[in-house]
Structure formats: structure tokens, C-alpha cells
């Protein structure tokens, strides 16, 4: 998935609850079951990057704040 095809944060945590929602429905094909779970799989993958990110982006000012500070 390029970076131009890859969905926002949100939109892939919306498509995941949709996927969810979905999957929750016992009269869904096994097949579409399988397609499903594919697809999730590679929207969780992209929301716990994005989360990583966010969280190496926050340490890193973080780290920076405190720096600052002890050179005051």
C-alpha cells in the first residue's frame, strides 16, 4: 500500500469497526469472512505504525522540553 493509498488513522479505526460490525453477522460467507480479516489485518498493522510514530514524535519532544530545561 502506497503512502498515497494509506488511510488516515481515523479512517482505518472507522473501517475497523466496520469490518468488526461485519464479521459480528453470522450469515456472512466464510469466504468474505477470510477478505475481511485480511483487510483488518493490514489496518491494524497501519494503526499500530501510526501509533508508534505518534509515540516516538511525543518522546522526542518530550526529551527535547527537557533538555531545554536543564540548560536554563
Do not use: W
Request: proline residues 1%; contains cysteine.
Amino acid at each position: 500500500m502506497s503512502e498515497k493509498e494509506r488511510p488516515s488513522f481515523e479512517q482505518a479505526l472507522q473501517r475497523l469497526e466496520d469490518i468488526v460490525n461485519q464479521l459480528e453477522d453470522e450469515s456472512i460467507s466464510l469466504e468474505k469472512s477470510i477478505d475481511l480479516y485480511e483487510e483488518g489485518i493490514k489496518l491494524s498493522k497501519i494503526c499500530t505504525e501510526t501509533l508508534e510514530e505518534a509515540e516516538l514524535r511525543i518522546k522526542k519532544v518530550a526529551d527535547q522540553h527537557d533538555d531545554d530545561n536543564k540548560n536554563e
